[in-house]
């Protein structure tokens, strides 16, 4: 009888043991009699133990400390020519078949939603800008240009002709800013709205305007004059609601073709005919 109750004891603890864990006693065992919650066992592992193998986990610097992550950086998206006359509107000034990259001056514009998005690129290592005007001359000119600066970056500027001076405007429309300074070019790209309050030195995108063509030299970040005396002008008004390829032919590539030799061209036959006895 001695001998016979401890082992009756072994028995029942052997039985405990081997119990399935989807046995229902197995189930209550972290519930009181009544089914609260029972006293779980305290965690094992200290913040120690945890923040050892978290920095053995991961790449350390010469003192020890994890190296910081730089966050992604989208890279510039290259100008789609493919799509001008088609998706967007583009003018093109400089060599015939020139492309985003090989013009002396590029612009191509579309809207999107309630936005107009510009791309902007000229042949200099300063500022690229587009002004809109009511008539063919520089000044009273809203002005958007794409500066690029000392420590090699590109940003979006609004100005505003006075005369032949563009003072730069504090109020700036623009948004979504992209620019890049890459082989000696000035690319950018960024939205503006369509419809502005009205004020003196913005003006409304959804009416039509001539567009001014200019790019040159900064100092500083500061844009300072024009490469050419007389920027190129549209021939006519612009209206961003129309998607055209236009092209203008640098001076160096003009033609007997161009209304400018045509005119040329007459006015001189008429010299000499006047002038013949």
Not at 95 to 112: H, M, N, Q, V
Not at 177 to 200: A, D, M, Q, S, Y
């Amino acid at each position: 009888m001695f001998l016979l109750h401890p082992l009756l004891q072994i028995s029942v603890l052997l039985d405990a043991v081997s119990a399935s864990p989807t046995d229902d006693n197995v189930l209550r065992a972290g519930h009181g009699e009544h089914g609260e919650p029972g006293h779980e066992e305290p965690h094992k592992d200290s913040y120690s133990t945890f923040a050892s193998e978290f920095l053995e986990s991961r790449y350390l610097s010469d003192e020890g400390y994890p190296f910081p992550t730089a966050p992604p950086v989208d890279p510039f998206a290259r100008i789609k020519v493919s799509d001008c006359g088609i998706t967007k509107g583009c003018i093109r000034y400089g060599k015939p078949g020139c492309d985003a990259e090989t013009c002396e001056y590029f612009l191509s514009f579309r809207r999107i939603g309630t936005d107009v998005e510009f791309e902007m690129s000229a042949d200099t290592d300063g500022w690229v800008a587009v002004g809109f005007s009511s008539d063919k001359k520089m000044g009273g000119d809203d002005v958007m240009g794409c500066v690029h600066d000392d420590n090699g970056r590109v940003r979006i500027h609004h100005f505003y002709n006075v005369g032949q001076w563009a003072k730069e405007i504090k109020r700036n429309p623009a948004r979504d800013e992209e620019g890049i300074f890459e082989n000696n070019r000035v690319t950018c790209r960024f939205k503006r709205p369509l419809h502005v309050p009205r004020e003196e030195t913005l003006v409304d995108l959804h009416l039509s305007w001539y567009y001014l063509f200019a790019w040159g030299p900064a100092i500083q970040g500061s844009i300072t004059r024009h490469d050419i005396d007389s920027p190129p002008v549209s021939d006519r008004m612009i209206s961003i609601y129309k998607y055209e390829d236009i092209f203008m032919p640098a001076t160096a590539y003009q033609t007997f073709s161009s209304p400018f030799c045509l005119l040329l061209i007459v006015a001189l036959t008429f010299y000499l005919l006047m002038g013949t006895p």
